[in-house]
């Protein structure tokens, strides 16, 4: 597939394209600073020999970096253009300090697949968004008096993201992953999800196995215009 990722340069995004190049997908990944990717760029050209430079032939993983900003609309232009879908890893560091990259990115985003006549679109925000009724009593309480204190700036925004998506037309096929605490922990190959329901025991993943399980939402017909809970 020839995948668009947007927040490449975060540490789920950089897992996220490693695992897109190793599947043999073509990814154009969007950052602010394109330099910021040059190792991953060496290493597919390094998977790929010298198909992996854009503009070879198609088939083989490539990997080409775009610069483009989120928060800028114009920048985004073209971005997407051939995609199969569009993926975003997109995040903040962990402040409470008022954001809407979440909202206003995927509103750019999805504002730029349009332009381009593209419809799969995979991103994340974060379990403390799902509603209380997928959450148990002290998962409630935990967020709602803890999480939320610290960090509700960034959840807001999530929530803004999730409530943009169901606004959506019809014909965007969205998915929203919503991963526990993430962890910096190789692949354990495998995750638990729940779509539209309660994960029970799912406090923690790998940014490993979230990446792959975005990538496996882009082909389960069950994950379209849903909210997955995902965890190991």
Known sequence: MKLTV?????PTGRQLLRLAL???????????DPAAL?????????????????GAQAGGPTLTVL???????????????????VLSALGTRAT??????????????MDAMRASGVTRLVLL????????????PFE??????VLHRFFGSGYRDMARLEELLRAQPEGLAWTVLRPPRLLDKPATGSYRSAVN????????????????????ALADPATVRAAVNVAN
Do not use: K, Q
């Open 22 to 32: 190793a599947d043999g997908h073509r990814v154009t990944a969007v950052a602010r």
């Open 125 to 136: 925000t974060a379990a403390p968004v799902a509603p209380a009724a997928e959450r148990s």
């Open 6 to 10: 947007f927040g490449g340069t975060g």
């Open 67 to 85: 610069a483009g900003d989120v928060l800028d609309p114009a920048s985004l232009a073209g971005t997407c253009e051939g995609a199969d879908a």
């Open 38 to 54: 040059a190792d991953l760029s060496a290493g597919a050209s390094s998977l790929a020999g010298s198909a992996a430079v854009p």
């Open 96 to 109: 409470n300090a008022e954001t809407s990259v979440y909202s206003t990115g995927a509103r750019h985003i």
């Open 197 to 216: 329901s309660r994960l029970r025991g799912g406090w923690s993943i790998s940014r490993a196995d979230l990446a792959r399980a975005m990538l496996d």
């Open 140 to 145: 409630r309480l935990l967020v709602d008096r």
